[in-house]
């Protein structure tokens, strides 16, 4: 990769020590003449990426995931640097930036294009996920009762507490939680895990990309909670029945020259 020559940087202060690390980022950057555009206001404001050459997101994982439709817009790649406690998406350690940064900024990285999850209501246009889209049985409390259908066949009816559609990056976040399987980020396929299912046989279930599911509620049933990414997935409540597919669009993730996919899992879940 060519030396950088712009950088914007997004620094998310409800995550303790952000401050800090943003004017960091800011002296190194400049120390090696790049040029440096940094906002403390989160979500960032619109544009805020345009003409960019890269991102660095400071906070969590929520933070690099808040800019996704930034990122995508502007096809501005995201290095993060992590305050989060797992971090699965970090590019960057917060105490190790003064030998971590220099070679990114010289152009020294790979770009990962991650897939993505597309979901719309009926009457929606596409809307886009880089970890998940969950489907949960609503504010009561009570069991959810959904039917899931791939194209015209259907594949099962669950009874439970929702229903997690993950991508591999979203695999290790709340697809591991719900008991579902850690996938390589290369893999181009799709996740489906029950969460809390209402019966010892339901299983989570791996689909190819180029396949398209479809939810469905219990018809008279409370209206779903639908959320993509940890956030509301719809400004109302969405019209049922939801296609969810592998998008055309991808993510463009920043990851150092040597980065192990393996290591990383190793030390965040502690395998020793």
Request: with cysteine; net charge negative.
């Amino acid at each position: 990769m060519d030396p950088l020559k712009k950088v914007a940087i997004v620094a998310n202060l409800t995550k303790s020590g952000t401050q800090d690390v943003a004017q960091l980022l800011v002296k190194i950057c400049l120390d090696y003449h790049v040029e440096v555009n940094l906002t403390e206001q989160f979500p960032c404001p619109p544009d805020f990426l345009r003409g960019m050459d890269v991102c660095l997101s400071v906070g969590g994982d929520g933070t690099l995931l808040n800019l996704l439709d930034e990122a995508i817009a502007h096809e501005v790649p995201v290095a993060g640097v992590g305050l989060g406690k797992l971090g699965f998406l970090a590019t960057l350690s917060p105490n190790d930036l003064e030998n971590e940064l220099p070679p990114l900024l010289k152009g020294d990285f790979l770009i990962r294009r991650r897939s993505l999850i597309g979901f719309r209501d009926r009457t929606g246009k596409e809307k886009i996920a880089l970890n998940d889209l969950v489907v949960k049985s609503g504010l009561t409390g009570r069991l959810g009762h959904f039917s899931v259908f791939c194209g015209k066949e259907r594949v099962a009816d669950y009874s439970s507490d929702g229903i997690v559609f993950s991508t591999p990056t979203g695999s290790t976040a709340y697809n591991l939680a719900a008991g579902g399987p850690i996938v390589h980020p290369e893999a181009e396929v799709m996740l489906m895990t029950p969460i809390s299912a209402h019966s010892l046989t339901s299983r989570p279930l791996v689909f190819p990309s180029g396949i398209g599911l479809r939810i469905e509620k219990e018809e008279n049933s409370a209206n779903p909670h639908v959320s993509a990414d940890g956030r509301d997935a719809f400004a109302e409540c969405p019209e049922f029945p939801l296609e969810i597919f592998v998008s055309e669009k991808t993510f463009p993730l920043i990851e150092t020259i040597g980065h192990s996919h393996f290591r990383v899992l190793r030390n965040k879940l502690k395998w020793g």
